[in-house]
């Protein structure tokens, strides 16, 4: 008998970036619908040292661009936000902390907050309209974390 010798496992990440992609084009005409960027930077923090993932960080940037554009934020600020992250805070809460679940918890609820005031910031840097800050973030992170702890 012949096995089949075709390997699914490198489409996985394509096929997430497709459906994550037709995700945010719904969730852009709803308000309640999360972006997903928390689960994102908590996968690109989580696996930052794991060289295989590289690929799927790309997709994860380019899906970022893409949720920047469709919901006016800064483009590549959340590139920019994730490095200044890793770069100041990565290494001594990674140091500190070692319970998993608080670190969900803890890098969504930067991943978020974080990415709001570096936009404010930026915003204010560039003079150009400051981003709206409502209660929808609050359930942007609770719904990333319920997500982050039961997909990853």
Request: charged residues 10%; contains cysteine; hydrophobic residues 55%.
């Amino acid at each position: 008998m012949r096995r089949n010798s075709t390997h699914h496992h490198p489409l996985t990440p394509y096929l997430f970036f497709i459906a994550a992609v037709l995700y945010e084009s719904l969730a852009s005409m709803t308000l309640f619908m999360s972006p997903l960027l928390g689960v994102g930077f908590y996968y690109i923090i989580h696996h930052i040292y794991d060289e295989k993932r590289y690929s799927h960080f790309v997709l994860i940037f380019i899906y970022a661009l893409y949720v920047e554009f469709d919901r006016g934020l800064i483009p590549l600020s959340f590139l920019l936000f994730t490095l200044i992250f890793y770069k100041l805070l990565f290494g001594s809460i990674k140091r500190h902390l070692h319970c998993q679940v608080c670190l969900v918890f803890l890098y969504i609820t930067i991943g978020y907050l974080g990415y709001y005031l570096f936009n404010l910031f930026l915003a204010y840097l560039f003079n150009i309209t400051l981003p709206h800050f409502g209660i929808a973030y609050l359930y942007f992170i609770v719904t990333d974390i319920f997500l982050t702890l039961v997909l990853l």
